[in-house]
T-cell receptor, first 112, second 114 residues
Framework: GQQVMQIPQYQHVQEGEDFTTYCNSS?????IQWYKQRPGGHPVFLIQ?????EVKKQKRLTFQFGEAKKNSSLHITATQTTDVGTYFC????????????FGSGTRLQVQP | NAGVTQTPKFQVLKTGQSMTLQCAQD?????MYWYRQDPGMGLRLIYY???????DKGEVPNGYNVSRLNKREFSLRLESAAPSQTSVYFC?????????????FGPGTRLTVL
């Protein structure tokens, strides 16, 4: 079955350093979504990528969808303590459109 | 606009007890979902309801049942709780069961089964 893997599982950075998390799917994805979950909170939608090679920016966050639509990345420039949380990627299950397969997430800790 | 609400927030059960987790949304969404989240495993889909009157199994349906009571409400029932069901349960909804629609999550129910 489809697998969505994320690396690293955990990253600890100093405030101001950059951070990148990578998402890899075993199958081609029609689209990919990114979510952020603060400690003790619930996942919150960040962005969706649809096109091959697409790059989208949200302030200090840059999202990229691979040319083959099997991988994606999230890069945060100059991290802040407000960036702390777990970042998940998710893609539609290969058996149909209705459900998402979530990656296991990357937990980001930012040291002030 | 409360979005997606879940009750209870926390629950402790003994093995074999039953309980129902409640979820409601006030965004007039057609599709609703139940996920469980375990440490290091992301979110896994338990059941979903693409529209009022329909329910379907997700990735990990064993030990659970669901009811789509009306358009607003989607409940998850554990008939005989087991320690393996200790988890955080999230309900989510979206406008329709379409590829590009965004999911909105509730605050979660933290369940411990002893």
């Amino acid at each position: 079955g489809q697998q969505v893997m994320q690396i690293p599982q955990y990253q600890h950075v100093q405030e101001g350093e950059d951070f990148t998390t990578y998402c890899n799917s075993s199958t081609t994805l029609s689209n990919i979504q990114w979510y952020k979950q603060r400690p003790g909170g619930h996942p919150v939608f960040l962005i969706q990528l649809v096109k091959s090679g697409e790059v989208k920016k949200q302030k200090r966050l840059t999202f990229q969808f691979g040319e083959a639509k099997k991988n994606s990345s999230l890069h945060i420039t100059a991290t802040q303590t407000t960036d702390v949380g777990t970042y998940f990627c998710a893609g539609p299950k290969d058996t149909g459109r209705r459900a998402l397969t979530f990656g296991s997430g990357t937990r980001l800790q930012v040291q002030p | 606009n409360a979005g997606v609400t879940q009750t209870p927030k926390f629950q402790v059960l003994k093995t074999g007890q039953s309980m129902t987790l409640q979820c409601a949304q006030d965004m007039n969404h057609n599709s609703m979902y139940w996920y469980r989240q375990d440490p290091g495993m992301g979110l896994r889909l338990i059941y979903y309801s693409a529209s009022e009157g329909t329910t379907d199994k997700g990735e990990v349906p064993n030990g659970y049942n669901v009811s789509r009571l009306n358009k607003r409400e989607f409940s998850l029932r554990l008939e005989s709780a087991a320690p393996s069901q200790t988890s955080v349960y999230f309900c989510a909804s979206k406008v329709a069961d379409r590829l590009l629609d965004t999911q909105y999550f509730g605050p979660g129910t933290r369940l411990t089964v002893l």
